[in-house]
């Protein structure tokens, strides 16, 4: 399929990457040096040019794309380049979009402005922070399965029950299984007898229960669920749904903002939410309100360095866990080196949503484990897989090694995968991937 | 000279339309005047003078629209001319004390205030129909004040009455349009509606024979002061002189007749849940409820008061407590013998009211009800300094300066009412009325807040003829200022609303 990127920066070089080994991918970007760099950097053609404009388009070859992707930081350049995609060719659309009134307008009136799939990121990078607030420890979770399932990737510290054991020890959830364990830099896959060290980040896939028992027992001395004290720091739009979504699950967070005006708009937004106009960084502030004593920091401030220094703080005052959201990408490594436990990058986020919404009906879902060196994937197995009619101690055999399957859901319920589990036509089979075997494991399957 | 501001014309020219409508309600005493044969003369002569008047009035060249100021002169204005013309026919009549021109202006203010506060201290002087206009003038009060609190000072901002529910916050505008011609039809057709459904139950009780001294004329009468919450009656010991079946009929409709109109539209409508989601609302029964249990208590512990058994304490209890608590005013006791626990307990009722909306009087639920909740966020924002909390009313927050404009409101409100207090017990003073402090306190409150009966001199089954004429004064004023939310009358006052 021919794919149009609109907008080579971050994001639109990643969905690139992603795409350019299965398809034929132009990239459209106003700056030349920057299509420049992106033609020799990836398998692509680059046209330079303002995607809103028709001539560029069609320079580009609208008229036979198969999908559009406009990716630009902009909101309403995406909408206009996907219209004028929509209104030039059949191609399916897609449109990145920061805030959400857009995404409101799209989702109330079918198709508007011609666009086919509206990726919000602050609303996703949101999910994605929310997602990590009630599983202590957790650094990465992704639902599969339309939710029966989810994968969860944990940061294993000194203090945790399970340093020193092995996965058979530690494997105490029916439906639990570990699907990797991640050791500098390294990906292994863990038999029975694999012992877990302190540092490690262990993968598991599993039922949402059996993913939150496992959570509960990497720290029991922790408040979970909704008992958890989370403290939002920044009512930018990220900050205002991570509040919003937290609120509706049950949660009662503290959102701090300092513009008064904006404090007063969120306090009036958010019932469950309790909302504190007051500088971010203002220590006597942070004391008398015990911020010291919550379980998770999250930072949506407006800059990276403010997100961080806020971490910090927060964290020397005695706070359990900090998530900062992190708009560089070179960012995230360090910000989590020096102390960051989670750094979420809302351009991450949305690529990987994109790459979701382009991957081939086969693979519905994927997840990234950091950043590139594993995928979790959900498959749909029809008749010709391998996998399909036999018995899982079976079919293993036949495939590559660096997979495991860590999650089978049969109309919409879970089964665990044993040896002697059958997989039938139609199940949706969830499964890690090491990124070495991505290639040999699509074909297979 | 600078320019008058005020387009005082519109104002007028509106003025003209309500006194011309005015003919109308005067036609029913007229028409029981008739049947009875009782002088026309009292009832013809207003309506000449009103539709003359109104038709003059009307013909005002006028184009502006109107504002704000035009509509605060308006709605003061309306409520004065109407209440004036009303004493005419008492005057007209010359019967007993209503022959005297202020005690006639005072029954008819006392009238169109919903207030029920009366100076007649022999009912047998009057005919029937001069009684009867009496209560017709207290009906029109009421609807009056539904029309003027739903459509006109909600918009006004009045004291946070913008926070009622309104039509203009429904979903449903394309039914209930805000022009305020449409509200008052809406209104009028729902008022009208709940009068006559309890003039029917009251009179179907009569004919059952369960209330036999309740025939049309008194269910008529009584029909129409408990739905507008002012408390005339035609009986000298007021709803005292019927059945019981009669007296925990009219219970329900003095409960009706202060809850917010457009609420009372949603559930008629079929949106039964309506109510019960507003906060104000809920806040109303549970105070009607606590406050009936309570009353009932302190009269069971009571040795003075002696009843048949548990239902007439309860119903003693139930009636006093509602009908103080919506400023109706109709009694079927004494409460001047009970103890001073029970009857503190009835003067504080006289502050509160029912809801916003309605035809009630008084501070209004919804006043206390955000002051309350404002008193409660303070207490939270003295431990946590930083914390924004708005204070929320059935899950809306309520704007600051609303908050702001409903202290004030009720400040002011007790201000002025302490002041009429002065004046009540010094003139009483200077008479040698030799009245205690919680007669003049409950005096001033049950004119100023438009309840009708105090306690003492002033009491359910007495009257306020024995004031001196510069208090009936005063108390005219009070009802009618305390009537139309106070700002309209005082904003008159202000030279900055007649000049730029």
Known sequence: MKVLIVGGGQVGESIAADLAADHEVTIVDQRSERAEELAYGLDVLTVTG???????????????????????????????????????????TIARIKHTKYLRTWERADRAFGIDYMVCTNLLTAESIVRVVGLPAAIDVDPFAEGCVQMAEFEISPQCPVVEQTIEEADRYDSLTFAAVLRDDEVIIPDGTTVIGAGDRVVVIGSPESVHNFADSLEPDHDSGTDEDVTVFGGSEIGYHVTRILGERGFSPRLIEQDHDRARELAEQLPAAQIMESDATDMEFLEREHVDE??????????????????????????????????????????????????INPRVVVAEEITRLTQSDKAQNVALIESDKAEVIEIEIDGDSVLSGRPIRESVGDLPDGVVIGAITRDQTFVTPRGDTEIQPGDHVVLFVDA????ATTAKL | MEPLRVNWRVSLRLLGGVLRWLTVPLALPLGLAVLDGDPLVPFLVPMAITLTAGVGLERLETEKAMYTREAYLMVSLSWLCVGLLGALPFVLAGDGVLATPINAVFESISGITTTGATVINDFAAHSRSILLWRQTIQWLGGLGILVLAISVLSQLSVGGAQLMETESQT???????????????LIWWLYAGITLLAAGGLFALGLAGIAPNMDAYNAISHAMTAVATAGFSPQPDSVGAFAPAAQWLIVPFMFIG?????????????????????????????LVVGASVLMTLLLVVDPDVTTSGIEETVR????????????????????????????????????????????????????????????????????????????????RAVDEDTIRDVFSYTMLSLVLFFLGTILVVVDGARIGLGLSEFEALSAAAATFFNIGPAFGIAGPFNSYNPFSDLTKGAMILMMYVGRIEIIPVLVLFTRSFWRS
């Not at chain 2, 979903?171 to 039809?185: N, W, Y």
């Not at chain 2, 013998?337 to 009087?361: I, N, V």
């Open chain 1, 50 to 92: 303002d995607g809103t404009e028709v001539d560029v388009l069609e320079e580009a070859g609208i008229s036979d794309a198969g999908m559009v992707i406009a990716s630009t930081d902009d909101d309403e350049t995406n909408i206009v380049t996907c219209s004028t995609a929509a209104a030039l060719s059949d191609a399916i």
């Open chain 1, 436 to 439: 070495d075997a991505i290639a």
């Open chain 2, 258 to 286: 202060a809850t917010n109109f457009i609420l009372l539209y949603f559930f008629i409508k079929g949106d039964w849940g309506r109510p019960f989601r507003n906060e104000e609302f809920r806040f109303y029964v549970a």
């Open chain 1, 294 to 343: 919550a379980d998770v920091v999250i930072a949506a401030l407006e800059s990276d360095e403010k997100n961080l220094l806020v971490s910090l703080l927060a964290r020397r005052l005695g706070a359990d866990r900090t998530v900062a959201v992190i708009d560089t990408p070179a960012y995230v490594e360090l910000f989590e080196a020096v102390g960051v436990d989670v750094a």
């Open chain 2, 316 to 395: 003693l209890a139930t009636f006093q407590i509602v009908s103080l608590l919506t400023t109706t005013g109709f009694a079927t006791v004494d409460f001047n013998a009970w103890s001073p626990a029970a009857k503190h307990l009835l003067f504080t009722c006289m502050f509160l009211g029912g809801m916003a909306g309605s035809t009630t009087c008084s501070i209004k639920l919804l006043r206390w009800l955000i002051i309350l909740k404002s008193f409660r966020r303070d207490l939270f924002t003295t431990i946590h300094p930083e914390a924004v909390r708005p204070v929320r009313l059935s899950g």
């Open chain 2, 171 to 185: 979903q449903d505008v394309h039914k209930l349009t805000p022009r305020i011609s449409e509200t008052a039809r």
